[in-house]
């Protein structure tokens, strides 16, 4: 009885360390993955950034003017619920 409970208990040691050693082994292999996605979506997030920039450069003006004339030059016009 006794040989049995110690041969068991050697048994659930080895498991025990097999499992620690494959969880070890799968947290190192994926610590760095979740760097890199978030190292690529920073990227792709400047890069976008960038673009916006760009675009509002470009366009600044033609708003301003349009909403100027808008303020200023107002049109008449019949309201869709009026009758």
Known sequence: MKQAK???????????????????????KNAGGVGELEKEAESTVQGDLKEIEQVISKKQN??????????????????????
């Open 6 to 28: 110690s041969d068991a208990a050697a048994e659930i040691d080895a498991y025990k360390a097999q499992k620690d050693k494959e969880l070890k082994e799968f947290e190192s």
């Open 62 to 83: 033609d708003v301003v003017k349009l909403l100027v004339e808008a303020v200023t030059k107002p049109t008449a016009e019949k309201h869709v619920n009026a009758n």
